[in-house]
């Protein structure tokens, strides 16, 4: 049996590893809206309402992303200088160098083909047993997989870049760990950058290389850095986006059905799970003045977590914010950021999921929880947050 922890203050919460098994942190967010938007996290200060968070992430002029880069505690420490630690110009001279590359369409015709085989050649493995947890099985080997094929690396290397991603999150509460994660992808990295160079094959890396702006081409550190970036940003948030959404389909047989039925559904279905249960539940910035915020005064370059998960159930934003309901306008839900950061990769990971989901509810009919397991599937996490498990039957 997996042992919850229940924390009781903002502090005990934001003090967690980023997958500690926390059940239900929306309580403790809604006291903090309530009682104190803007306060003291213990190492910094947090937001925790929509307005403000949008207003923070807004200003980056006060709210840095230097909390990100290298020069700070954090995953700027392990990932190496990227995107999402780069203020002003050069931020947007990386974005433009990025943000083409990671379009569906610039990543080929065969990205949906590729997503949809990738899909398929999962769901074979187990189809014929009638079961699957599909957490393991699915949810969480579909979009690395994608990921690895679309970054032309070898299938088989699926398990290593998943523990390597791991190890990066962790940097906060284990830096040791953190560091090794970095290293290790480094090392296997840095040899398949040069190959490429040499060698290009048409992929993600070799469109990396080749990309230019204003005659400027990326490095193979600032190359390697934003990979690794990617694999945590990019894989474990579609994830927990399709853990997510099975989670909810499959304690609604009534949403369920509707969606199975009709598709179409399915983008609103996403939005609003990514608002119910944000696959990202915090960013981070430094300030770079002394302001005032939510009537709270935050020092020069404070720590500053801006808590998506709290602002995306804040009830003066959404209606009802604890019901999931995918009439609601969620699209306006801080789940891909906002402001100049906002998701580079959002439409990659949302057609992805849309891919995914469509192919499962295409095989795996009668879906349902498997009646024999006795331990409840529940969406947990710190940071990220998703299902322990999905272990499900079907038709078959
Ligand atoms: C589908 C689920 C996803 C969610 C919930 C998500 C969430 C986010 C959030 C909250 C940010 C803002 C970070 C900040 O403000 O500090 C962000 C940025 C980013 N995301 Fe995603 N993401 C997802 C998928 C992806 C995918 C699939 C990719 C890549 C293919 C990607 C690449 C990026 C990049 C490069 C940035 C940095 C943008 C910048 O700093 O300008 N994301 N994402």
């Given at each position: 049996m997996t042992a919850f922890v229940q924390p009781t203050t903002p502090e005990q919460l934001l003090h967690?590893?980023?997958?500690?098994?926390?059940?239900?942190?929306f309580p403790i967010f809604r006291e903090m809206r309530d009682k104190?938007?803007?306060?003291?996290?213990?190492m910094g200060y947090y937001i925790a309402s929509f307005e403000l968070a949008q207003q923070a992430l807004l200003d980056d002029e006060t709210?840095?992303?230097?909390?990100?880069?290298?020069?700070?505690?954090?995953?700027g420490m392990v990932f190496g200088q990227t995107i999402i630690g780069m203020n002003g110009k050069e931020h947007l001279k990386h974005r433009n160098l990025i943000t083409p590359a990671l379009r569906p369409r610039a990543l080929g015709d065969n990205f949906e083909q590729l997503a949809r085989d990738t899909a398929d050649r999962l769901i074979n493995k187990f189809i014929?047993?009638?079961?699957?947890?599909?957490?393991?099985?699915f949810t969480f080997l579909y979009p690395l997989s994608v990921f690895v094929q679309i970054l032309g690396l070898?299938?088989?290397d699926v398990d290593d870049f998943h523990q390597w991603g791991i190890d990066l999150t962790h940097v906060a509460s284990d830096p040791a760990r953190g560091l090794h994660g970095s290293a290790c992808l480094r090392d296997y990295l840095g040899p398949v950058v040069q190959d490429k160079r040499n060698n290009?094959?048409?992929?993600l890396i070799c469109r990396l290389i080749e990309a230019e702006v204003m005659g400027e081409k990326m490095t193979d550190e600032e190359i390697i850095s934003f990979l690794r970036l990617l694999i945590t940003g990019g894989a474990d948030t579609t994830y927990h986006l399709l853990g997510n959404v099975l989670h909810t389909l499959l304690n609604d047989a009534e949403l369920l059905e509707l969606v199975s039925n009709d598709r179409s559904k399915i983008e609103p279905l996403l939005w609003e799970s990514l608002r119910w249960?944000?696959?990202?539940?915090f960013v981070s910035r430094a300030t770079n003045r002394e302001v005032e915020i939510g009537g709270t005064v935050i020092p020069d370059d404070s720590m500053v977590t801006v808590l998506i998960g709290s602002a995306n159930r804040d009830e003066r934003a959404f209606e009802n914010p604890d019901v999931f309901d995918?009439?609601?306008?969620?699209?306006?839900?801080?789940a891909f950021g906002?402001?100049?950061?906002?998701?580079?990769g959002k439409d990659f990971g949302f057609t992805e999921a849309t891919i995914g989901l469509n192919v499962l509810l295409d095989r795996l009919q009668?879906?349902?929880?498997?009646?024999?397991?006795s331990e409840p599937s529940k969406i947990r996490g710190v940071a990220f947050r998703g299902p322990s498990h999905l272990k499900v039957q079907f038709n078959h």
């Open positions: 967690l590893g980023p997958i500690d098994p926390v059940e239900n942190p104190q938007p803007v306060g003291p996290s213990g709210f840095s992303n230097k909390s990100n880069s290298p020069d700070y505690p954090g995953i014929d047993s009638g079961k699957s947890n599909l957490v393991p099985d070898p299938e088989e290009p094959t048409g992929d249960e944000s696959p990202v539940q995918i009439t609601r306008k969620a699209d306006k839900s801080l906002y402001g100049r950061h906002y998701c580079a009668g879906l349902r929880f498997d009646p024999d397991v």
